[in-house]
């Protein structure tokens, strides 16, 4: 027997954006159903986010280890214990999830139903032998790994986001299918916690970031020992042994590339199979729900959020989307999505992170553009700490208006931050270049690409001239 329940708000997915949603909501006043039938926390806390940046963080330790020798500090190969590394990264998932859990949700006042749900109707949601009639419906259940068709993936076992910080033994040699973000981080851990890597992806790795960046990290991953095989084709995966085979084509000549385990990054695919959207009048494709700028579906009362729309996959994002939903639900105001200073980090070592504009979209859009750039070479700090690989890059109109920026080197995602807001609101270079920043950080970098924007005006002739001419008056 059916048992069923009225609500302000129905949270479909309880990762990330779902569980902003649904505090927000109930803590200002809403009655809220939050339904999920997996792990409450969703990707980000249990396969993502979280265990992928505590095993870098392992990784980062090791490194360190082996490269003490630039301080004068003997060194030797780290004695990796690969289970105690899956211990902590379990061990931080642990420390988070309390967080995330059904005790706390329900402390906030949300009614937790642990199973899937499905539409029923426009705003009636089936979970289990639950029915949920909702005045509003946010869907937000994610993404998951991707499957790519290559012939025999299916005859073999492997890894991918979902199963990899499950392993308890470090794999021998590790091949990797894609060269993304993901393949990219995992990839660069897992050779410095002492694995052999091997990367291969049919485009260049990390393809969908500035390639001038790219490359300086693509440069320290080689330097490190990962082997990456980009514009190639995979031809087929097979069992080789107790291992794995990808047969691949390089510049026309057919090879075999052999390994013990195998990890495929190659992109995420929303999680739409179980939700019967047809039943609520939702319009989908493969790359996921439709919404408009105010995040509303094609049913007007159903609302989507996070992996789930197909578009910037972030953590970051759906917690973003859901203040926007709570914005046009609670409060009946048309907020709408801006992303036009919307940042990203890829977690490798140098890190990358961006936001607003690439230099190749700000051609496009305003022709006369400026780059500016500053390298960690020429920073103190950096060279303190041997880490000077990398530089700032800033994109500016013509005028100087801030429309990118992007970081490649140590801390990027940290020091990328100082350009949100005024790329956000519009601002000139000035608001950077005139910054008092401490001496010696890093952050250094921000304020000497920022300032050379001026550098060929202040010190020109012409400067000289009207300076010469002052300081003659006495």
């Not at 910037?312 to 994002?317: G, K, L, P, Y």
């Not at 504009?357 to 060279?383: C, S, W, Y």
Request: charged share 25%.
């Amino acid at each position: 027997m059916s048992n069923e329940i009225t609500t302000d708000i129905c949270v479909i997915g309880g990762g990330s954006g779902g569980l902003s949603v649904a505090a927000g909501a109930s803590q200002m006043g809403a009655t809220v159903v939050l339904v999920e039938g997996g792990k409450m926390g969703g990707d980000c806390l249990n396969y993502g986010c979280v265990p992928s940046k505590s095993m870098i963080a392992a990784a980062h330790a090791a490194h360190a280890i082996r490269s003490a020798d630039k301080f004068g500090i003997e060194t030797s190969e780290p004695n990796v214990d690969f289970e105690k590394v899956h211990d902590h990264v379990h061990s931080v998932i642990g420390a988070i999830a309390p967080n995330d859990s059904v005790e706390r949700f329900e402390g906030l006042g949300v009614k937790v139903v642990q199973a899937r749900g499905k539409f029923i109707g426009p705003t009636r949601v089936q979970a289990g032998d639950t029915i949920v009639n909702a005045k509003r419906v946010v869907v937000a259940t994610g993404s998951h790994a991707g499957r790519p068709p290559i012939r025999g993936l299916d005859t073999v076992s492997f890894l991918t986001n979902e199963t990899v910080f499950s392993r308890a033994q470090a794999p021998k040699k590790l091949l990797v299918i894609g060269g993304g973000p993901i393949g990219s981080e995992l990839g660069q851990a897992h050779r410095r916690l002492g694995c052999e890597v091997t990367i291969l992806d049919i485009a260049k790795t990390l393809n969908n970031d500035d390639p001038e960046l790219t490359e300086v990290v693509r440069t320290r991953m080689q330097k490190e020992g990962v082997v990456i095989r980009e514009e190639i084709e995979i031809l087929s995966v097979e069992k080789d042994g107790g291992g794995v085979a990808v047969n691949i084509r390089d510049n026309g000549q057919e090879e075999r590339v052999t390994g013990s385990e195998l990890l495929v990054t190659t992109g995420r695919v929303p999680n739409l199979a179980w939700l019967e959207l047809e039943a609520a009048g939702v319009d989908y494709d493969k790359r996921g729900i439709k919404v408009d700028a105010r995040l509303r579906t094609s049913n007007k009362k159903v609302f989507a959020i996070g992996d789930v729309v197909g578009s910037h996959q972030f953590t970051h994002v759906a917690g973003y989307h859901a203040g926007i939903v709570l914005r046009n639900v609670l409060f009946r105001l048309p907020a709408k999505v801006d992303y036009s200073a919307m940042p990203w980090v890829t977690y490798t070592d140098p890190e990358i992170a961006h936001v607003g504009m690439t230099e190749k979209q700000a051609r496009e859009a305003h022709g006369d553009i400026r780059v500016l750039r500053h390298p960690f070479a020429e920073n103190d700090r950096a060279q303190a700490e041997r880490d000077t690989d990398g530089f700032a890059k800033i994109v500016t109109t013509a005028k100087g208006v801030m429309v990118g920026a992007s970081i490649v080197g140590p801390h990027a995602g940290e020091l990328i931050q100082p350009y949100i807001l005024p790329i956000q609101k519009k601002m000139k270079i000035g608001a950077v270049a005139g910054l008092i920043i401490p001496y010696p950080t890093l952050g250094e970098v921000n304020k000497r690409a920022a300032g050379s924007f001026y550098t060929s005006k202040l010190f020109s002739e012409k400067t000289k001239k009207i300076v010469r001419f002052l300081l003659k008056l006495g």
